[in-house]
């Protein structure tokens, strides 16, 4: 098979499973600069779909660095505003929504810090429109990858320059479950999967997490009536959508004062232009109260410091080891990528879904309730095969949900 017939499948993928456009909806689509051909190959399916209208965001990377060089710093403030303007109007009519990422993950690499702190702050303040429309289920939405030759050439440094992007490719294809003869019907057998794993854990009710690993002694709080989520979500429109391809995840929400020990991650974490690498955070009453890093950790403590409510957690995902993201043995730079081979907690926004009745609650109700309200929303990674992860339970008992990084439960979906 052809590349182009390999992106036709991979397209089909992301409109009838990822986003599920619906006749008459219009389709906003935000893509970097190499990411057009998916673009093309994604609009036409949208249209074959009965989609109104496709409309698009481009984003050139050189562009962003012409002005990371000769912008002021005081205009730094304005990243992504008038892209969260047309968010907001296409989350108004009910549209759908997709979001194609895997630029060069160290395009901010060699600016002014001053800058890219700016930059890279302002991405998460100025965010607000796209995290209401998905902590409220407000519309069907989507985000995924396609690869630049930059990213292509640090997934697969050895191999020939003109082979990288290929390879790439046909990973991205074979961790999306694009590249089989029915991919339609293989995401409808791992979603099922998916949801076994998320209705086991809702019926337990765990009140805490606790994780053991490496560098890692951390307790995470669960709030009362937290929910346990998978792969589907159903929007306020009743459309069941997949928000992102791949995932591997079962995930809730964490009690935002009840988080409490050392975690060490297990993986580089992007952060918009730059890394954090071999990081360590220590928690207290639910807040980052010490950070390490071998790198990046200006960068981290820059963006721990976006808001109030980014030093705390707002989410904690269970991931299995044997995850074919985690089986591939590449490192993605890629959030999408990497949080789906790993268990993961997320500092800053918790998702009102993730809480019975959230959706309804005011910032002040929701906040205590246990939930954490930012702009930010940062998974980092701690999972590997040497994690182990236990429930605790409402009488203080616990039982073993995962050991070496594979569930442990007596239950088999």
């Known amino acids: 098979m052809n590349f182009e017939a390999k992106l036709e ?8 499973v990822g986003l599920n456009v619906q006749e008459g909806q219009r389709l906003l689509i935000t893509v970097h600069d190499q990411g057009v051909e998916l673009a093309r190959a994604v609009a036409k399916a949208a249209y074959q779909a009965g989609a109104r209208y496709v409309g698009i965001i481009f ?7 012409f002005w990371l060089q000769y912008g002021s710093e005081e205009s730094l403030d304005e990243v992504l505003l008038d892209q969260m303007d047309l968010v907001g109007k296409y989350g108004r009519r009910e549209d759908t929504i997709l979001s194609i990422r895997g630029e060069d993950p160290n395009y901010l690499e060699g600016f002014n810090p001053i800058k890219v702190k700016k930059y890279q702050q302002g991405r998460y303040q100025n965010m607000g429109a796209w995290l209401d429309l998905v902590q409220n289920d407000a519309i069907n939405w989507c985000g995924l990858m396609a ?19 290929e390879k790439t490719w046909d990973l991205v294809f074979k961790m999306c479950r694009a590249d089989g003869e ?18 086991y854990l809702n019926a337990k009710e765990y009140t805490s997490l606790k994780f053991t690993g490496p560098g890692t002694d ?25 928000a992102n391809i791949p995932t591997e995840e079962v995930f809730t929400l964490t009690d935002r004062t009840r988080v409490n020990g050392i975690v060490r991650a297990t993986k580089p974490l992007p952060l918009g232009g730059t890394f954090a690498e071999n990081f360590s955070l220590t928690f207290k009453d639910g807040k980052v109260v010490e950070v390490k890093a071998e790198v990046g950790e200006d960068d981290l403590k820059n963006i721990i410091a976006t808001d109030q409510g980014a030093g705390f957690t707002g989410e904690v995902a269970l991931v299995p080891n044997s995850s074919p993201i985690s089986q591939s043995g590449h490192i993605f730079y890629n959030i999408t990528y990497d949080e789906n081979a790993s268990c993961h907690i997320a500092l800053g926004n918790a998702y009102r879904f993730s809480l019975k009745g959230g959706k309804q609650m005011s910032d002040e109700e929701f906040a205590a309730a246990g939930g954490n309200v930012s702009k930010l929303h940062l998974d980092f990674m701690l999972g590997s095969g040497e994690m182990d992860v236990d429930g605790i339970k409402q009488d203080g008992s616990s ?15």
């Open 218 to 242: 951390l307790t995470v709080g669960l709030p009362s009536g937290h929910v346990w989520r998978s792969a589907q979500f159903v929007s306020q429109a009743g459309v069941t959508f997949i």
């Open 9 to 16: 499948k991979y397209a089909e993928v992301i409109v009838k």
């Open 59 to 65: 984003n050139d990377i050189d562009i962003i660095k």
């Open 182 to 199: 029915d991919p339609v019907a293989d995401w409808k057998a791992h979603t099922d999967k998916l949801a076994g794993w998320k209705d």
């Open 147 to 165: 690869p630049s030759k930059e990213y292509a050439a640090m997934l697969f440094p050895d191999a020939p320059e003109q082979e990288q992007l």
């Open 399 to 413: 039982e073993a949900l995962m050991r070496a990084g594979e569930w442990a439960m007596d239950m088999h979906p």
